[in-house]
Nanobody
């Protein structure tokens, strides 16, 4: 079992930055690929970023490339999402999730956090 708890969301003006954290319980964190997903009001939940077990590989959805950075600290059982140059269209609930495979497909993810709200004002 892995429990995930996100933090770091909030209200920020366009152009600002936020860093989301996702703290994982359990001793097997380092065996999971970790992803960030987001769900905007009235829309489906979408993939944002993915990081491999070692942290050596990452994938981003096109709309956040160059602005967001995913990282992880396996000694702290934590994955991060640094979000810079935020835009109003980044407004969403952000979820972290853990998968046994390196995949952007939501069906591959076994564990999900409760989500943290990010609101970007124009």
């Amino acid at each position: 079992q892995v429990q995930l708890v996100e933090s770091g969301g909030g209200l920020v003006q366009a152009g600002g930055s936020l860093r989301l954290s996702c703290a994982a319980s359990g001793r097997t964190f380092s065996s999971f690929a970790m992803g960030w997903f987001r769900q905007a009001p009235g829309k489906e939940r979408d993939f944002v970023a993915l990081i491999s077990v070692s942290g050596g590989q990452t994938i981003y959805t096109d709309s956040v490339k160059g602005r967001f950075t995913i990282s992880r600290d396996n000694t702290e059982n934590t994955v991060y999402l640094q979000m810079n140059s935020l835009k109003p269209e980044d407004t969403a609930v952000y979820y972290c999730a853990a998968a046994r495979r390196y995949s952007i497909r939501q069906s591959e993810y076994d564990y999900w956090g409760q989500g943290t709200q990010v609101t970007v004002s124009s």
